[in-house]
Each structure stands twice: as structure tokens, then as C-alpha cells.
């Protein structure tokens, strides 16, 4: 079984700042992508920013210039730092990653954490 566990969010005030951590635990063979996602309340859930094996990243336009993702490939963590955050940014943001399990090709799955509440009052 693969886990993946957030940490970091809490409440902070506008402008201020805030780095969620996840970290992904068992069967793993390789990591391929990782990101963020997050839901506001009364919304859907939506890409925050995704960081692959190697290569660019991508952010979601509201973040740009902002947010920043990060991995450490041999902590099997992917890390969101939240500068100059909004009210718009509370919601539950939730960590996910591609893994393959074992050295077939096919043992790919998506996995999800269970969230971490960021909440940004004004």
C-alpha cells in the first residue's frame, strides 16, 4: 500500500505565508508526477501545481508567481511553499501522486492524501 500525508496548513493572515509538506510512504518503486490540488468550499477540486520526475513545472494561473513546488526525490516529498496568500486561497489542498509500485511498466496508480486545511483570513 502507498500513502501519502500532507502537513503544514493552518490559519494565516493575508500576505502572510505557509509551506505544506507530503510525504509518500510504501510499496514505491518510482515516483513520476506529483502536485497539488485544492477544493474550496461549495467548489470543485482543482490543479494547484504539479512538478514531474524531471522537466518543467506548472501552475495553475492563479498561484503563478506566488506559490512554489518542490520535490526531494529521496525523501519521497513534494513540498508547496504559499507566499502573499489570499482569502481565495482557503480550501482543503490535497497532495497526489503518480507511482509505480514494482519494476512492471503497468503497476501505475494515482494516489491521493487526505488534505490539509488552509485557511487565510483578511
Known amino acids: 500500500q502507498v500513502q501519502l500525508v500532507e502537513s503544514g496548513g493552518g490559519l494565516v493572515q493575508t500576505g502572510g505565508s505557509l509551506r505544506l509538506s507530503c510525504a509518500a510512504s510504501g510499496r514505491i518503486f518510482r515516483i513520476n508526477a506529483m502536485g497539488w490540488y485544492r477544493q474550496a468550499p461549495g467548489k470543485q477540486r482543482e490543479l494547484v501545481a504539479t512538478?514531474?520526475?524531471?522537466?518543467?513545472?506548472n501552475y495553475a494561473d492563479s498561484v503563478k508567481g506566488r506559490f512554489t513546488i518542490s520535490r526531494d526525490n529521496g525523501k519521497n516529498t513534494v513540498y508547496l511553499q504559499m507566499n502573499n496568500l489570499k482569502p481565495e486561497d482557503t480550501a482543503i489542498y490535497y497532495c497526489?501522486?503518480?507511482?509505480?509500485?514494482?519494476?512492471?511498466?503497468?503497476?501505475?496508480?494515482?494516489?491521493w492524501g487526505k488534505g490539509t486545511l488552509v485557511t487565510v483570513s483578511s
Open positions: 497526489n501522486a503518480v507511482i509505480r509500485t514494482t519494476i512492471l511498466r503497468n503497476d501505475v496508480m494515482e494516489y
Open positions: 512538478i514531474p520526475t524531471g522537466g518543467s513545472t
